[in-house]
């Protein structure tokens, strides 16, 4: 029942009650108040969550020569479960093979987009940072000719993983490829899977995402090490 609905019946029990006097008029508010109470109330927008602001002051120059340029592709998520933007968990001690999302907790934008965006502001700390198919002719412009190699990921785990009730952590798994583009076809130079987890401190949404974020940034900080350390 709507605000002009309930206002419309009190008008018509005051009308029918104004021979009962005072009587009619308590009923006529006790009736009114019943019919505001059953009005529904206004949907719950969902919390919207980010990795956060990033670093918030210019990070120092290094005195090391720059990295070689890389190229990063877009990060893909096989089975399509990271495709949108819940923020998902796991209840191993119930069902371990189930994600469920929460209600009332949402990514600003898919995980693997959010993973990548703080992959290459990482990256490009230390190098060059190009988008992988942006175009050979830009890609050779930055390293004299010589095409840079192409980073690619797949996220395969990104939840708030409960391992009891009361102890739960962000994890996070990746399988990074490093390739080279050759006249032939992309040549395989390393290839590594990554798996990070870190604790939550509380069993919700919002020490899902925590953890979640301090996994994310582990698991970069893991990968940039490799790629100094593969030749």
């Not at 290459?120 to 942006?134: W, Y």
């Not at 409960?162 to 102890?167: D, G, S």
């Amino acid at each position: 029942m709507t605000y002009s609905v309930a206002i419309n019946k009190l008008a018509g029990y005051a009308c029918c009650t104004r021979a009962g006097g005072r009587f009619g008029f308590m009923l006529s508010v006790a009736l009114l108040l019943g019919a505001c109470s059953a009005l529904p109330d206004k949907p719950v927008r969902a919390a919207l969550y980010d990795f956060g602001p990033g670093a918030l002051s210019p990070v120092p120059a290094t005195r090391q020569a720059p990295l070689p340029p890389l190229a990063l592709a877009d990060i893909s998520t096989p089975g399509g479960v990271l495709d949108n933007q819940a923020v998902l968990y796991r209840l191993a001690y119930a069902d371990a093979q189930q994600l469920r999302p929460y209600s009332q907790a949402r990514w600003s934008m898919p995980p693997a987009q959010l993973v990548r965006q703080r992959l290459r502001d990482t990256l490009s700390r230390n190098r060059a940072v190009l988008n992988a198919g942006e175009g050979p002719a830009l890609n050779r412009g930055v390293n004299q000719g010589v095409l840079p190699r192409v980073l690619q990921l797949e996220l395969e785990e990104f939840s708030h993983f409960f391992e009891t009730p009361e102890r739960s952590v962000g994890l996070v798994r990746l399988r990074a490829t490093l390739v080279e583009t050759t006249s032939s076809g992309e040549k395989l130079l390393a290839q590594r899977s990554i798996t990070v987890q870190r604790p939550a401190p509380s069993a919700d949404a919002p020490g899902g995402v925590r953890a979640l974020t301090a996994a994310t940034d582990a698991a970069i900080d893991e990968i940039a090490t490799w790629l100094q350390q593969t030749p």
